[in-house]
C-alpha cells in the first residue's frame, strides 16, 4: 500500500507506471471505510492491475454543515485496515488540496438532477460533480466501481460521464447489507444502539414492497409504505417513491418499465439514511 497526498504526485506515480498499458481501477470514498468499500476495492483489484483509492470528505458535495461536521473521520482506522493490500495506492488529500479556492460546478441532467435526493438535498450532485471531475482527472483510471446503494449518485454520473465522452468505465456493484439486512453505510456508525437496532426496518419494508408489485398499483405501494412509517415513531421518511431505474421518472404503471425501483430516505433521529430495490426479478 502506497499513500499519496497531492494530486501533483498522483499524476507522477500514474506515469512512473512501468507498464503504460497497465489497467487502473479507482475506488473514490470519503472514508470511515466498510465491508461494502472492501468489496469495491477487492472487485476493483481483480479487475485491475493497479487500484487508486480516495479518501476524502468532500465540502462541497453537504447542503447541511452539521451534517459535514458531524460525518465519521477514521483515517487511522482506514489506513489500518488497508494496510495489506498489494498494488494499492491510496490517495488522502486535504481539503486546500483538492479546493484551493472554493468552487463549485453545476450539472444538470433532467430527472437524474431534479428529483429526490436532488430534490432534498439541492447542490448535491453539483458538489459530487466538482470533485468527480478533480479526481477522475487525476487518477485517470480505466474502471471506476460504485456502489447501488447510491443508487441516483452512479446514475449521474454514469450520466456526466457520456454528456463529456469520458473514456472511464463506470461499474456498478451491489449494495453489501450486514447479516440483518441494514445496507451498509458510514452513517450507521453514528447509529444509537436503539437506533441501531430499528435500522433494519428500511429493507425489511423495501422487500414487503416488492413482494406486493402484483397486488397493488405504484400509487397504492407509496400511500401504503409512507402509512407504514407513520407507526415506527423513531423514523421520519424523507421519500419513498417508485420510480424506472433508467429515466427517474415517477412510475403511474408497472408496465411502463423495465426497471422499476422503489427508493427510500429515512431520518432516524438526525442520521439520514438511503436505500433502494429493484422490483422486478429481471431489472439490475
Ligand atoms: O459516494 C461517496 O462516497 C461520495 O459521494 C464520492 C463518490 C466519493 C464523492 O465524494
Not at 480516495?54 to 447542503?63: A, R
Not at 440483518?180 to 430499528?198: F, T, W
Not at 419494508?205 to 416488492?210: H, I
Amino acid at each position: 500500500m502506497k499513500i499519496i497526498y497531492t494530486q501533483h504526485e498522483l499524476i507522477e506515480w500514474r506515469q512512473s507506471l512501468t507498464m503504460p498499458t497497465s489497467s487502473i481501477g479507482f475506488v473514490p470514498t470519503m472514508g470511515a471505510l466498510h465491508l461494502g468499500h472492501i468489496s469495491l476495492i477487492e472487485r476493483a483489484l481483480e479487475e485491475n492491475d493497479a487500484v487508486v483509492v480516495s479518501i476524502f470528505v468532500n465540502p462541497t458535495q453537504f447542503n447541511d454543515s452539521n451534517d459535514f461536521l458531524h460525518y465519521p473521520k477514521n483515517n487511522e482506522g482506514d489506513l489500518e485496515m488497508l494496510k495489506d493490500y498489494a498494488r494499492l495506492v491510496i490517495f488522502l488529500p486535504a481539503t486546500s488540496e483538492m479546493y484551493p479556492s472554493p468552487e463549485k460546478e453545476q450539472f444538470h441532467s433532467g430527472l437524474l438532477t431534479s428529483t429526490l435526493e436532488a430534490k432534498l438535498r439541492p447542490g448535491h450532485f453539483d458538489g459530487v460533480i466538482t470533485i468527480i471531475r478533480k479526481l477522475f482527472n487525476s487518477v485517470r483510471a480505466h474502471r471506476v466501481y460504485f456502489g447501488e446503494k447510491d443508487f441516483q449518485q452512479l446514475a449521474v454520473i454514469k450520466s456526466w460521464v457520456i454528456l463529456e465522452k469520458r473514456s472511464e468505465l463506470i461499474i456498478p456493484c451491489p449494495t453489501i447489507r450486514e447479516s440483518d439486512g441494514l445496507a451498509m453505510s458510514s452513517r450507521n456508525q453514528r447509529l444509537s444502539p436503539e437506533m441501531r437496532k430499528e435500522a433494519p426496518f428500511i429493507f425489511e419494508v423495501l422487500q414487503a414492497a416488492k413482494a406486493q408489485v402484483d397486488t397493488q398499483s405504484p400509487a397504492e405501494m407509496e400511500i401504503w409504505i409512507r402509512s407504514v412509517f407513520l407507526e415506527r415513531p423513531l423514523f421520519r421518511l424523507d421519500y419513498f417513491e417508485i420510480i424506472d431505474g433508467n429515466t427517474f421518472a415517477p412510475l403511474a404503471e408497472w408496465s411502463d418499465s423495465s426497471l422499476p425501483m422503489a427508493m427510500i430516505a429515512v431520518f432516524l433521529g438526525e442520521i439520514r439514511l438511503i436505500d433502494n430495490i429493484a422490483l422486478t426479478e429481471q431489472s439490475a
